[in-house]
């Protein structure tokens, strides 16, 4: 019975030191990201490609879905609206709604789970097939040349990416509260210039999403770089990308939030 | 001697954690010559090029290349070496999400300033020497197992490097794949002036080929000598292991408790 | 994906996403509206301000004419001090009055400035001499319940 117990206190023992250790690890490895962007920052066209990849590759599936939940925002606001005679205010719902949360938060998700996932596989299977070591024998920094462009890919990509989601999704409740079910338009637009403030709900929901994508490309490059290099490693490095981008954006999500919407 | 050296190590020991890889090796590769290094699976062979090329540091001893300490090398001392290596992996190691081309010119490109003509005919003249030119537009995924390690090998001379290593060239080759890349290590060593240094267990091409050869097992040098030497050789580890057979000094078992005393108590395990 | 075509893709990834961000800057929030050209200062004090907010809107015959940016107790005259940015382009008179009203019957507060006939004009950082409190419903309908109960054994 004693054993059982400290053998569970044991493990639990080890599992908080692995945790604590990759921890360190990833934070060292952001510092060495940092340290060497200047190196991959003075070959430009390396970022870019991998902006195309990770942002211009997930455009279509980010304004697909902006457009679905804009027009879902538009239709379930609408019917709580019209019970309190005030579906003039549907406009201010859906644009607060999208540029506050849902623009930045499920954008990070998709992006996580469209491009992040893409970047550890990619990653992990070039140090499966011993691709970064042949690098960095090569003297060709793998860290400089190969995860610092996709870090920043990532960062640029995603307010660009959360910032389109919201613009369609605005438009979708437009489709569907003005064009379908009839609220004035001059009410629906007006209202929300009312309301939305370009600082306090554009901008932080930028901010936010810069925050997110930065998040979400370090834990999609690190995971990669931190792969077991087996088919089997890979894998299970793209779903703890997948899974731990969806935790990171929350949590941050509710520090964020916090911070900018205290007390207004 | 240390002029006509190129690497110099000496008493060099390496360990895993607590577990030893290398105990104490003593070699030298003299310049121009092609030395091969050989052992069975999972003896250090690969953790001596890792070492050599200053991507693992030895827990002890002295490791010369060029007469320089390569464990005390900086970062920028080791990338400046590395750029005078050339290195061939086991599986060729090409980067698969670009051309053939490309991956032969990639090195041209990140370590040199010469016109986009100039590489375009040096990657050409690479990939000539060794027999792909005409499949330059290909991507690594289209090419076979042997031709992906002749690109891998162009890739690796791109830069006329001073010592070109191998590891495990002739891996899950076929006979003629096996033959065609001995005769390239040969002739690229010679007509280059490089050093080659080759790791391998497949000891019929490697003695063919080798100029000097070290048997390697346990992490400790048992044997070695010129090809001719090691054929002639009465030891009984270098006997088994050039003429393949099954059981020798190297058992075929790995060490385990008699069969008996396991199948009666280890059953509970199963 | 040779580089000319690459850069093609990438640029109008960009210029997509910048001319969303200024959809939502210009369309969807009212920049303009938020930030006067130029703006002075003005101070009010009230007895309650009911749920008047910073960044509450300042009117004026119903047009917008600035924005509450600090709100804070004072703390000797046990009074709120509401300060308030007003566009540069329009002026009102000294003996203005500023009253907390609030749009339709649950909407949000803000402040209506209704204009008096003084020659002198409100300069930056002065205070309005007459302002009335919000309406707190609660008071409200004490007053009311009140001068029921009073009027009641006079009218029999």
Redesign the interface.
Known sequence: MLETALEAIRSIGHRVNDALQTLGFAARFLAMILLYSGQSFRRLRLTIREVYFSGFQSLLIILVSGLFIGMVLGMQGYETLQRYGSSEALGVLVALSLTRELGPVVSALLFASRAGSSITAEIGLMKATEQLTAMDMMAVNPIARVVAPRFWGGVVSMPLLAAMFSAVGVFGGYLVGVVLIGVDEGAFWSQMQGSVDFYLDVWNGIVKSFVFGAAVSLIAVFEGYDAVPTAEGVSSSIKRTVVYSALAILALDLVLTSFMFRGI | MSAECLVRITGVSFAYDDRPILGGIDMEIPRGKLVAIMGNSGCGKTTLLRLI?G?LKPTGGELLVDGQSVPRMTHDEL??M??R?G?L???G?????ISVFDNVA??MR??TDLPEEMIRDMVLMKLNAVGLRGAHRLMPAELSGGMARRVALARAIALDPMLIMYDEPFAGLDPISMGVIGQLIRKLNDALGATTLLVTHDVQEALLIADYVYFVSDGQIVAQGTPEDIRASTDPFVHQFVFGEADGPVHFHYPAVPFEEESMSGMGHA | MNRKSLDLWVGFFVAVGFFAVLFLALRVGNVSSANFAETYRLIAKFDNIGGLKVRGPVKSAGVVVGRVTEIHFDSQNYEALVTMMIDGRYRFPKDTFASILTAGLLGEQYIGLDAGGDEKMLQSGDTFARTQSAVVLEKLIGQFLFSKASETPGGK
């Open positions: 090329g991507q990338y400046a590395r750029r290596m290195m992996f086991q599986f190691a090409l980067f698969t999400d990639y090195l990140e370590h």
